[in-house]
């Protein structure tokens, strides 16, 4: 057993392992593959196939340099997702409090009390003054 525990070692030393878009890729993966269940039509099972080898591949890989830029490449586009998916989590959650507004001078994300009609804005990140129109 011992053996064998050493051999797994030595083939998986130097190897790039998981990372966000091994993640993504997997969530992906998750969702083609019920899909495919669902609809039984074969483009989902190539599809699902296809997501699976390149994961395998890519955790595989030897070549981390290149791993990592894909990895940095795919954070480029997801990270901004994930952070309008985020406030819009905030904004559900405060929606009976608070609303929220972006600064005209910095575009920082103010949070406000919700308090209806017009009021004029003070930000506390650059200290630019605006007008904003709470309606509900
Ligand atoms: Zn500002």
Redesign the pocket.
């Known amino acids: 057993m011992g053996n064998f525990r050493d051999k797994l070692v030595r083939f998986l030393y130097g190897r790039y392992g998981t990372d966000h878009l091994y993640y993504f890729m997997f969530a992906i993966w998750i969702i083609i593959s019920v899909a495919g269940l669902i609809v039984r039509h074969p483009v989902f099972y190539v599809i699902s196939i296809v997501i699976m080898l390149l994961m395998i591949f890519r955790s595989m890989s030897k070549n981390i340099e290149a791993r990592r830029k894909e990895n940095a490449f795919f954070l480029k586009f997801f990270n901004p997702v994930k952070r309008e998916i985020l406030l819009l989590k905030d904004r559900i959650r405060d929606i009976k409090t608070a609303r929220y507004r972006k600064?005209?001078?910095?575009?920082?994300l103010?949070k406000l009390p919700k308090v209806t009609g017009r009021h004029t804005v003070k930000?506390?990140?650059?200290?630019?003054k605006f007008d904003v129109r709470i309606i509900f």
Do not use: L, M
């Open positions: 600064c005209r001078h910095c575009k920082a103010i930000c506390p990140k650059c200290g630019g």
